[in-house]
Nanobody, 122 residues
Framework: VQVVESGGGLVQAGGSLQLSCAAS????????MGWYRQVPGKQRELVAA???????MYSEAAKGRFTISRDNVKGTVYLQMNRLKPEDTAVYYC?????????????????WGQGTQVTVSS
């Protein structure tokens, strides 16, 4: 599975950015796709995720400002970020969680993109 993000950059506080992520390889429409972010010295944290059926979940920081969406035909997931704040500055990573089922049971495999920098100036 290959995961490639794009769309990061520098924006002023209050502005907007859209991140895009294209996933290819052995994925299915039932896999969950999401966005995480990380700042130096802190753990990577979930921003938003969307199931194959379109059910979305958001962190408290993202609720009301960010919108996640996916295109199952293209294998892409998007993160529309509005009303950005300086504290949103981070490297944003796209994640694809693939559920693998074998005779021994099911397990999740996480695939990550290389990350894209988002910087929000005050």
């Amino acid at each position: 599975v290959q995961v490639v993000e794009s769309g990061g950059g520098l924006v002023q506080a209050g502005g907007s950015l859209q991140l895009s992520c294209a996933a290819s390889g052995r994925i299915s429409t039932s896999d969950t796709m999401g966005w995480y972010r990380q700042v130096p010295g802190k753990q990577r944290e979930l921003v938003a995720a969307v199931s194959g059926g379109g059910m979305a979940m958001y962190s408290e920081a993202a609720k009301g400002r960010f919108t996640i969406s996916r295109d199952n035909v293209k294998g892409t997931v998007y993160l529309q970020m509005n009303r950005l704040k300086p504290e949103d500055t981070a490297v944003y990573y796209c994640n694809v969680r693939v559920i693998v089922t074998t005779i021994e049971g099911s397990r999740a495999l996480d695939y990550w993109g290389q990350g894209t920098q988002v910087t929000v100036s005050s």
